[in-house]
């Protein structure tokens, strides 16, 4: 009953992840590029400062958000 239980736990919390560590935008939005050609949809980039370029690659496929939306149009 325990390893049913651990079992259970391990299959609910797998997924798939990649970490990549890039030194240059170029590479870095050319490694998105390829993660989305590969079926990855949902990503999360960091940087230490804000880069449109990459933004704009991420934000692709996103829907626009209702705050967003809300915040552009809002009086």
């Known amino acids: 009953m ?6 259970e736990m391990a299959t609910a919390t797998t ?3 990649v970490l990549g560590v890039f030194a240059h935008v ?3 939005l050319d490694a998105i590029r390829q993660l989305r ?3 990855f949809a949902d990503l999360t980039v960091y940087t ?3 880069i449109e370029e990459i933004e704009e690659e991420v934000e ?5 958000s ?3 939306l809300f915040t552009l149009i809002a009086p």
């Open 48 to 50: 230490p400062v804000p």
């Open 26 to 28: 170029d590479t870095t």
């Open 66 to 68: 209702k705050v967003r």
């Open 60 to 64: 692709k496929v996103r829907p626009l």
């Open 37 to 39: 050609a590969k079926g």
């Open 15 to 17: 997924t798939a992840s």
């Open 2 to 7: 325990l390893t049913k239980g651990i079992t």
